[in-house]
């Protein structure tokens, strides 16, 4: 019988995109002797779901729409082959595109609300958003506002990576996109009054939705225009038929920059795992940047197998990122060679 691997790692920040992390680490398995490998590049509704998806097949397009403080942007969209449109807000709304000029209390989702409408006007039967590395905590209100408070009869599913509330967007995200804590407090006053305005328009109460603070508040304000909040990882699970591909197989690989405490609790590492011992697949592993030691133990204790980290085969963190396609592909063989021989 011919041992059959799967390689369905999340981004690794800073050095490896999703697609370049599966092609370095099923290199490395066919050069340890396995002649059947799946690369699938997953994603759990943050930055890199874009690229997830359509690494399966489909078409990119490029709409050029208001960015998070209001100068254009020309935001790429995907649409895959049963016409569904596929939005990931940091390529419109996303903190990349201020960086460290953000303005915490000014950011807006308006480019997202306006790429969903673009989506939708082209006819979109469907619309999936995926809502990580958002530069905004406006409560979803520029992009509900561009969409009209509608979405015209479409379903819109999206992709969170987190299960934070609405109002708690402003103090667990707001620090991160340059919110000083006078301003965090008042983010949260906005959100407040914002649920109490969705509430009263639409009949929707955003505070208790796990999730609905993904975004700064972008979940709470599509799931109160009509849109379904889901689990990220699962979204992109289900679009690329990972279940079907990982059942029977013989070692299912999986891996991101920083593994922690995190990585485990429902992101694509941890969901990876997880859905890997349900099936039975008797070899389950992390590739890894590096990864916090109790994570690390938690990982080998449940899975019988420690991660390997590209730090430990590199002098230093820089070098680790510099080098990190080849080291990825080196632990991918050491890892290979390990399962083949039954260790």
């Known amino acids: 019988m011919v041992p059959t691997a799967v390689v369905c790692p999340d981004k690794f920040r800073g050095s490896l995109t999703a697609v370049d992390a599966t092609d370095a680490m099923v290199a490395g398995l066919r050069r340890a002797g396995f002649d059947t490998v799946h690369?699938?590049?997953?994603a759990d509704g943050g930055e890199g779901t874009l690229d997830a998806l359509l690494a399966g097949g489909g078409a990119t397009r490029t709409t050029r729409v208001t960015g998070p403080l209001g100068d254009p942007v020309d935001a790429a969209w995907g649409v895959l082959s049963d016409g569904t449109a596929i939005i990931e807000m940091a390529r419109a709304s996303g903190l990349a595109l201020v960086g460290e000029d953000n303005?915490?209390?000014?950011?807006?989702?308006?480019?997202?609300?306006?790429?969903?409408?673009d989506a939708i006007g082209r006819g979109a039967p469907r619309v999936l958003v995926g809502v990580g590395g958002s530069a905004t905590t406006d409560g979803g209100l520029g992009a509900v506002t561009a969409l009209g408070w509608a979405?015209?009869?479409v379903p819109v599913t999206i992709a969170c990576d987190v299960t934070t509330h609405f109002v708690d967007a402003a103090e667990v995200f707001g620090p991160q996109k340059g919110a000083t804590r006078a301003q965090v407090a008042l983010l949260r006053r906005r959100l407040e009054r914002l649920a109490d305005e969705y509430l009263e328009r639409t009949g929707v109460d955003v505070r208790p939705l796990d999730g609905g603070g993904a975004a700064g508040g972008l979940a709470g304000g599509l799931a109160a225009i009509g849109a379904v909040l889901e689990s990220g990882f699962d979204v992109v699970a289900d679009a690329t038929?990972?279940?079907?591909?990982?059942?029977?197989?013989?070692?299912?690989v999986t891996g991101e920059g920083h593994l922690d405490a995190s990585s485990l609790g429902g992101k694509v590492v941890g969901g990876v795992l997880a859905l890997s011992a349900d099936l039975g697949v008797p070899a389950r592993a992390v590739i890894c940047g590096d990864c916090v030691a109790s994570s690390a133990e938690e990982v080998s204790v449940a899975h019988g197998r420690a991660p390997l980290t590209l730090r430990d085969r590199a002098w230093d963190l820089d070098d680790a990122q510099a080098r990190a396609a080849l080291l990825a592909e080196e632990a991918a063989v050491e890892l290979g060679t390990s399962v083949l021989s039954g260790r």
Do not use: C, H, K
């Not at 690369?39 to 997953?42: A, C, D, E, L, S």
């Open 151 to 153: 979405l015209s009869g």
């Open 39 to 42: 690369g699938i590049p997953m």
């Open 103 to 117: 303005d915490a209390l000014r950011a807006s989702t308006r480019g997202t609300g306006e790429l969903i409408a």
């Open 241 to 252: 038929g990972l279940a079907d591909l990982i059942e029977g197989a013989d070692l299912v």
